[in-house]
């Protein structure tokens, strides 16, 4: 079920319906049980409820069986939580932590990896000469692992860490799981950001349905009307870099740079919006990560709740950045490296993130250059120098995203050798030709300028309500008439 | 709701363990519209940049949420929906789309005109928009010494579910027509299939009025889907009639000159119903363009021909209503190549033979088999007339028609038969 889709129109509309417009505050029941105690069900936890079990179902209209395990799971993590709260020996408690980080990880290593390794091994037994080779295990990839796991981890670490309390009420742990918004492609929700907001109680607020308005209109046009549409011009060049010219693989590699950052962030923006909607809130998950200034700062304006995560849970236990600049650069290297393979078994992904690990040690070792040279410093902070910054740091990007979404090294090879030595060639087929291309991109950094220089934010309070809304209108109508005629999954879902 | 604590909207709940720590996020340089919601802070050094989820919200955006939402965005957004069907109305229409108002406008008019003529009508798809000259036979006399008013109400990419339907709406308006014949598009029987040509593919059903929507929903073999499509078109037109939007900006709503080879619906209509072939060119590179166009279009749907049970039902239906009517009825085969004609698999024509069998023994049916009425060079794509074949399909039609009415007449053996 995808958040731009007429399914999830109608789903989200009776969750939305059900959720608001019944007067669950007045519910009050009180059940009485054996030794004079009581069951007390008030309307807020019906609420949750009613979440919980829509958030079921948004996953099981995709596999029952999958959404169980989740379930499964999340119930193991809640014992594990309860068992790390109560007992007070190290030795057991690490026992219990290890356990939940292997059951949680064994799972998605299932799921995700089991094929890609085998592939793997395969192809070095058929290499080294070896008359044997493994099957592939017919296995369905269960949408969102990668990310519900994370946030299973996250739970258990942080218990462990006495950093949040163990939940008691099982609901509540799977409803921060399970919650649809973020369920099958983030943003990688915090335990202790996720989990006091559960025991709020929730009041309709018209500003707050319409800021989650807002989000998913904003989602919704990063969506339809640039990614998407985008995807037409990166799609076929990705799939045969040697069938397009060199200036068609230079805009499929823009395009796809653009499409991704648009894809992933509108869905963010949906779950946002929708979180919004139903009164909760999840983490911002960009911060226009194309206006970056190096590539650690890309890393901070990123995917942050995936970065953060890594940061927190990788990186920092790893040593992080305290010891020498020798074993920084191997914290960045292995931390990114699995960060890269964290979005998908393919060992360009692995590559894409052992590239950024290196360019994060780089651009450690060139900051520490720059501080012992002030003129160069001064130079690197001034307008020029940061424009400067900001578009070699977004051309790496770019060029590092061809090893991101092309689907085998030799197309890598194939596109690579297009982008660097000049051939005449075709062009897309777009019926709009390149001029929806450069459209976009006009839009797109005109977005920028004017989200830097806040003049939504001062115009949106002065325009008079009718101009509002006339504007809302508009912005869907755009994205209405740009929504393509096969909706598009999230390139994020598979991951 | 501020990162501080603010909670606007939510209450802490008691009875509860106590909270922990407020969230709290890093601070944001996002200048998102959302951002206007939060108070004006400091804006940070790029490295210290991170992102912040601050729902603080002033007092004047909290005052315009309600008349915003409740008022001006449905507002706005009504306005906007009727102005684009007073655009398509007015300015725009995909030329099939006009089509069948057009026909049904021209028939009306002959009727007016010619009350007390008996009524010839056929009921077919593009072939017999192009095939029948139906003004050639408007005039002739019936066997009751009337003169007769014939005309041809075939329609691109209408198959048995549109004739049944176009059955229904004449019966509906009084219209009963003296001889009805319809046209067999044995393409448009195939099973719906995803990639494969069935006459649920060929329709528009973001056109389709609510009533043509209702009638038609029971053939198809996805309802659910179909309405869905209808519904979304009515409640978002923009979304519905998006790559029509799109046709339209490119100016091919007009039919550049390369579309104009495929589709034919752009020409005029004579006063009979038949579409005006006279300069359509006849040159063996036209041809060969045309005949590619068609086999690209059929040739897999036909090589894997299923006959489809929805669409069956409708000529079943169209047979059961006009016998319950009592109107005369027979069923014609439209010329075909044989090029076209050896595009079915053998057990694909098995199933139309058998399926035609059945027909004719349930309703005592008469059968015009006019297949191979026409030679190749007839033919612009192997299964479409050019100009000489809708002639000659014509002439042989004429004795065809006599011969029916001959047959139909009140106190012959047929109609007795039919009685």
């Known amino acids: ?495 | 709701m501020s990162s501080s604590g603010s909670t606007v909207g939510e209450q802490t709940l008691t009875g509860h363990p106590p909270v922990s720590a407020p969230v709290r996020y890093p601070q944001s340089a996002i200048r998102y519209p959302l951002s206007a919601l939060a108070p004006k802070r400091p804006r940070p050094d790029d490295d210290t940049a991170a992102p912040c989820l601050t729902l603080a919200r002033s007092r004047r955006m909290k005052r315009k949420a309600r008349l915003l939402l409740l008022w001006w965005i449905p507002f706005w957004y009504v306005i906007s929906q009727l102005a684009l069907f007073a655009w398509m109305d007015e300015s725009w229409q995909m030329e099939r789309t006009f089509s069948p108002p057009r026909k049904w406008a021209i028939l009306h008019k002959r009727l007016a005109e010619m009350p007390d003529r008996p009524l010839v009508l056929m009921l077919g798809s593009s072939r017999t928009d192009q095939s029948f000259q139906a003004g050639r036979l408007t005039g002739q006399l019936a066997p009751d010494g009337r003169p007769l008013l014939v005309f041809n109400l075939g329609l691109p990419a209408a198959g048995g579910m549109h004739h049944a339907l176009y059955l229904n709406d004449l019966l509906a308006e009084g219209i009963r027509p003296r001889l009805l014949l319809i046209e067999f598009v044995s393409a448009f029987l195939n099973r719906s299939r995803r990639g494969l040509q069935s006459e649920e593919h060929f329709t528009l059903v973001p056109w389709l009025s609510a009533h043509e929507m209702l009638f038609l929903q029971r053939y198809y073999t996805n309802r659910r889907k179909m309405i869905t499509e209808w519904l979304e078109a009515r409640l978002a037109p923009w979304y519905g009639f998006r790559w029509n939007v799109h046709e339209h900006f490119l100016g091919r709503h007009s039919h550049p000159p390369e579309e104009t080879k495929f589709d034919q619906s752009w020409r005029p209509i004579d006063p009979w119903g038949w579409r005006l072939l006279r300069d359509m060119p006849n040159t063996p590179e036209f041809r060969a363009l045309r005949w590619a166009g068609a086999y690209h279009m059929y040739a897999q749907s036909l090589q894997n021909f299923e006959l489809g049970v929805k669409p069956a039902q409708a000529l079943h239906d169209i047979f059961s209503r006009c016998r319950r009517e009592n109107i005369p009825v027979a069923l014609v085969l439209m010329p075909v190549s044989k090029e076209f004609r050896d595009l079915y698999s053998p057990e694909g024509q098995a199933q139309i033979d058998n399926f035609l069998a059945e027909l004719r023994r349930r309703y005592n049916l008469d059968i015009i088999d006019a297949t191979d009425w026409l030679d190749k060079e007839d033919f612009d794509d192997g299964h479409h007339p050019l100009l000489s074949g809708a002639e000659k399909f014509t002439t042989r039609m004429i004795p065809e028609v006599h011969k029916l009415l001959a047959r139909t007449e009140p106190g012959s053996s047929k109609a007795q038969n039919a009685d």
């Open chain 1, 1 to 495: 079920m995808l958040f731009c889709s007429w399914t999830f129109f109608q789903f989200f509309t009776l969750v939305f319906a059900l959720y608001w417009f019944i007067p669950w505050r007045r519910l009050h029941w009180e059940i009485p049980l054996p030794r004079q105690r009581r069951f007390r069900l008030t309307g807020d936890e019906v609420r949750v409820w009613l979440l919980l079990v829509a958030s079921f179902y948004f996953y099981a209209s995709w596999s029952r069986k999958l959404a169980l395990l989740i379930v499964v799971s999340t119930l193991l993590d809640y014992c594990i939580g309860l068992g790390l709260e109560a007992w007070q020996d190290s030795r057991l408690r690490r026992a219990l932590l290890t356990l939940s980080i292997t059951a949680n990880l064994g799972l998605l290593c299932f799921f995700k990896y089991s094929n890609f390794f085998l592939a793997s091994l395969d192809e070095v037994l058929i290499a080294a000469g070896a008359p044997v080779w493994f099957n592939t295990l017919r296995i369905i990839l269960p949408i969102g692992i990668s990310f519900y796991t994370f946030e299973a981890i996250n739970y258990t670490v942080d218990v462990y860490r006495r950093h949040v309390k163990a939940e008691r009420n099982p609901a509540h742990l799977l409803f921060f799981v399970l919650f649809f918004p973020h369920l099958v492609a983030g943003p990688i929700v915090r335990a202790k950001d996720f989990l006091p907001q559960i025991r709020r109680s929730k009041r309709w607020s018209w500003a707050r349905f319409q800021l989650g308005g807002e989000y998913f209109l904003l989602g919704m046009l990063k969506k339809w009307v640039v990614a998407d549409q985008l995807a037409l011009y990166a799609d076929p060049v990705f799939a045969d870099p040697s069938a397009y010219g060199s200036l068609a693989n230079w805009i499929a590699m823009l395009a796809f740079a653009l499409q991704i950052y648009c894809d992933f962030s509108g869905y963010s923006d949906m779950a946002l919006g929708t979180a919004h909607m139903l009164g909760y809130k999840l983490a911002v998950n960009f911060n226009m990560p194309y206006l970056a200034t190096s590539v650690s700062d890309y890393w901070r304006r990123n995917h942050i709740s995936l970065s953060t995560w890594l940061r927190d849970y990788l990186f920092i236990p790893l040593g992080g950045s305290r010891g020498t600049f020798w074993q920084t650069c191997r914290n960045n290297l292995i931390t990114m490296t699995l960060g890269g393979l964290w979005h998908g078994a393919n060992w360009n992904f692995a590559l894409w993130g052992l590239v950024h690990g290196v360019s994060l040690s780089v651009n450690r070792a060139f900051r520490s250059f720059c501080q012992v040279r002030p003129g160069l410093d001064n130079f690197l902070k001034s307008w020029l120098g940061t424009a400067l910054r900001r578009a070699v740091t977004f051309f790496w990007l770019a060029q590092g995203l061809v090893l991101f979404r092309a689907p085998t090294f030799a197309l890598t090879q194939a596109m690579y050798a297009r982008l660097w030595f000049p051939v005449e060639g075709a062009d897309v087929n777009h019926i709009y030709g390149y001029n929806l291309f450069w459209g976009i991109v006009a839009g797109f950094v005109l977005f920028h300028v004017a989200a830097c220089r806040q003049w939504w934010e001062r115009l949106s309070l002065r325009l008079p309500t009718p101009i509002l809304g006339f504007t809302y209108v508009l912005a869907l109508v755009l994205c209405m008439v740009m929504a393509p005629i096969f909706v598009k999954p999230f390139l994020y879902m598979q991951f």
